[in-house]
Nanobody, 124 residues
């Protein structure tokens, strides 16, 4: 059964850190680009970061560059998103998604599989 399961969300104060994880199963993980997206209340879902399948090329949204780091472990079928210096505007539901498209970075509509999301709240 194909699954993407996010974990690691929670409540953190501004300036704090969180590490999100995405555990994958049911497909050939190493062949897929994995992306992280987020959706704040009342806003559209936006791309945060993605990592290519084998050569681990990464991209980041301008708003998170220098603060977030994406990584993957193909042996464990997991992708992590290390988030530092968190700001209130980082609040939202964070989703991981997977695609095997050859285009990099993929557009949001190109992602085939999505997790259920994990809530991140940055507030004092």
């Amino acid at each position: 059964q194909l699954q993407l399961v996010e974990s690691g969300g929670g409540l953190v104060q501004p300036g704090g850190s969180l590490r999100l994880s995405c555990a994958a199963s049911g497909f050939t993980f190493e062949n897929y680009v994995i992306g992280w997206f987020r959706q704040a209340p009342g806003k559209e879902r936006e791309g945060v970061s993605c990592i290519s399948s084998s050569d681990r090329i990464t991209t980041y949204a301008d708003s998170v560059k220098g603060r977030f780091t994406i990584s993957r472990d193909n042996a464990k079928n997991t992708v992590s998103l290390q988030m530092k210096s968190l700001k209130p505007e980082d609040t939202g539901v964070y989703y991981c998604a997977a695609t095997d498209t050859s285009h990099f970075p993929p557009a949001q509509y190109q992602y085939k599989f999505w997790g259920q999301g994990t809530q991140v709240t940055v507030s004092s």
